[in-house]
T-cell receptor, first 119, second 114 residues
């Protein structure tokens, strides 16, 4: 069965601190996608990144970086020099890779991590 | 603008009164899905549709119905709402093969059943 675990329910940091959000996943598929979404207090879901299971390169986008380690089934998200605007719930999600036959586009979400950045 | 439009954004209703939450996308996506979000549970899939007239149950389908008569629309129907269906609902769409930008989500519908 597929599963995504975000063990950190809530994290509180002070502005300018670095923070890492953990994501561990389970799947029997050899090809899959991993995602991170941000849900600010306004409630919408904002796409941050998609990673193909073939691609284990780490990615950096401004203050955001992602560390994908297939060996530990983890896809962790780090915010460097956090800001108050980073306060949100962050979801990690997993889906099958539809390019590899028979899969649905179903997204399986973790339970989310609430990040509070204090000024 | 490419988007998924859900209506209404907020809804308070009484137990047993049938309601429909509409979802429409303008990107010609084959795949559409409904999720509900509850505290501590993340988002869980209710129903999905791989194309017109093709729908299937997700993980929590009880108490819901859907239809996909047109490619752009995927309404969520609660025939007899109950308080345990109080939740935040999201509609999502994507091309069949997935998307580099993930799935496009609507803005959400916050439903309260009293």
């Amino acid at each position: 069965a597929q599963k995504v675990t975000q063990a950190q329910t809530e994290i509180s940091v002070v502005e300018k601190e670095d923070v890492t959000l953990d994501c561990v996943y389970e799947t029997r598929d050899t090809t899959y996608y991993l995602f991170w979404y941000k849900q600010p207090p306004s409630g919408e879901l904002v796409f941050l990144i998609r990673r193909n299971s073939f691609d284990e390169q780490n990615e950096i986008s401004g203050r955001y970086s992602w560390n994908f380690q297939k060996s530990t089934s983890s896809f962790n998200f780090t915010i460097t020099a956090s800001q108050v605007v980073d306060s949100a719930v962050y979801f990690c999600a997993l889906s099958q890779n539809p390019d590899y036959g028979g899969a649905t586009n179903k997204l399986i979400f973790g339970t989310g991590t609430l990040l509070a950045v204090q000024p | 603008e490419a988007q998924v439009t859900q209506n209404p954004r907020y809804l308070i209703t009484v137990t047993g009164k049938k309601l429909t939450v509409t979802c429409s996308q303008n990107m010609n996506h084959e795949y559409m899905s409904w999720y509900r979000q509850d505290p501590g549970l993340g988002l869980r899939q209710i129903y999905y549709s791989m194309n017109v007239e093709v729908t299937d149950k997700g993980d929590v389908p009880e108490g819901y119905k859907v239809s996909r008569k047109e490619k752009r629309n995927f309404p969520l129907i609660l025939e007899s709402p109950s308080p345990n269906q109080t939740s935040l609902y999201f509609c999502a769409s994507s091309p069949r093969g997935g998307s580099l930008n993930g799935y496009t989500f609507g803005s959400g519908t916050r439903l309260t059943v009293v």
